[in-house]
């Protein structure tokens, strides 16, 4: 079992920066593949990013490139998520996520955070 919780969404400008974190409690935290995925009032959930079990391999969606940034410290069973030259349409809840294969899905996933939320303002 792995639990998950979120912190540090909130209210952002347009063009400011968040940065997500989730920690996770259970001893196998390295042996899961860890993403984030948002869900935005009216639209579908999507994948946002994803880490593998070393931190080594990150996958991001085409919207967030450039802009967010995926890391782990298993060391410190946390997954963080740095987002950089935030939208209006970055806002969203954003979930933690983990699972034991390499996806970029927007579902199947083993466990979920209760989700925190992100609003960029303009």
């Known amino acids: 079992q792995v639990q998950l919780v979120e912190s540090g969404g909130g209210l952002v400008q347009i063009g400011g920066s968040l940065r997500l974190s989730c920690a996770a409690a259970g001893r196998t935290f390295s042996s899961y593949y860890m993403g984030w995925l948002r869900q935005a009032p009216g639209k579908e959930r999507e994948f946002v990013a994803g880490?593998?079990?070393?931190?080594?391999?990150?996958y991001y969606a085409d919207s967030v490139k450039g802009r967010f940034t995926i890391a782990r410290d298993n060391g410190k069973n946390t997954v963080y998520m740095q987002m950089n030259s935030l939208k209006v349409e970055d806002t969203a809840v954003y979930y933690c996520?983990?699972?034991?294969?390499?996806?970029?899905?927007?579902?199947?996933?083993?466990?979920w955070g209760q989700g925190t939320q992100v609003t960029v303002s303009s």
């Open positions: 880490v593998d079990w070393s931190g080594g391999t990150r």
């Open positions: 996520v983990a699972t034991t294969f390499r996806t970029v899905s927007n579902q199947g996933y083993d466990y």
